[in-house]
């Protein structure tokens, strides 16, 4: 990305740029101070407009926070009901279909939408995403970034069985509801504050053929203050930069779960609110599949969402003996372990792996063996 090495080197001589005019202005304006004093007093001046917007944006954001959660609280909303039948839904980005695809593997809805441009022919064209059932639909959702915990716990519902297929029309979008993320939602935050972390704000509305009207808004809850000392990054919202949060860890930095806002919409909020396979044969079936797989972290990680998400029965305790007698099995194992004690003091995590602990004992037995 050759343009974001620019505007990195664009920004960083913008600021050296300004703050060396300001140390000038102020050295001109001492120097002129006993011979031309108005003069003097113009050169300090100008420094000093600068430093007083930024002083105006920095204590407007005090108390900014509760301001827009008023404003957000405010706004009508037009939710989903239980008795509502929703089929379709439309996307702005190929990987929020990605990220949405269980709820087309499950059967929560018929299909995912997403409009783009070729840019070869300048066309529009319309990209669907309906269910597929296969064998390599083990790999569902591995092209952009692994599934949250949650999504696979629904995926395991199926034993990993159920993916996406692709088709193209040149038909526009005809949907149910849609998906407006970043600077495509109509109720943007303009104020003077920064938004924290990933600041990408998600919102979910019926189509036009629906009324258009809000079902749910998400953006990062924290408002922070501009950063200091000040810097010219002449974003979106202003001239000042907001403070950088790297960290993942760091708990005021909070990136969007677009699968977890979209079912919490759609009134799904745990597995169990999500169908299930009636064939008992998947969890065998899936555990054969996913055998290869256990040299990833997400090939473990969905064994365990499977196990969690199905009763033990005999035939699953010799596929996973089988599979744990290999030398990838003792991470597997590992993880096992971890997660069951995480389920014993966390909630949501009993509530994603209500069955794991019911294999604990096959588990102990390889993390004690040699």
Known sequence: MEWLGYAIIFQFVINVLFYVSMGLCFYLGFLFWSVRQRLAILFLTIPMLPLLHYSVILTSAWGAQERRAAEIASWPRTPIWADQQITSIEVPLEADAETLGPLVASGIIKEIQREFRLYSSGTTITRTYSVSEREECIDFLSIHWPPTEFARAVLARFGFLRCLKENESPTPPSTDIEIARGKQIQ??????????????????????KRGSNLIDFWEPPDLLPVSFPPVLAFRSGGIWSCPRLHSHNNKRYHFPDLFEFVTGAMGYISPDDFPKSPDATIPVRALKLLRSKLKSQEGNLRVLALLGQWRITPEISVELKSILSEKA?????????????????DERTKELYPYLPAYRSIFETKAMGP
């Open 187 to 208: 109720h943007a935050y303009q104020g003077a504050a920064c938004l924290s972390g990933h600041g990408y704000p998600l919102e979910l509305y019926w189509s036009d």
């Open 329 to 345: 099995g003792s991470r597997l194992a590992e993880l096992a372990l971890l997660t069951i004690s995480r389920a014993a003091e």
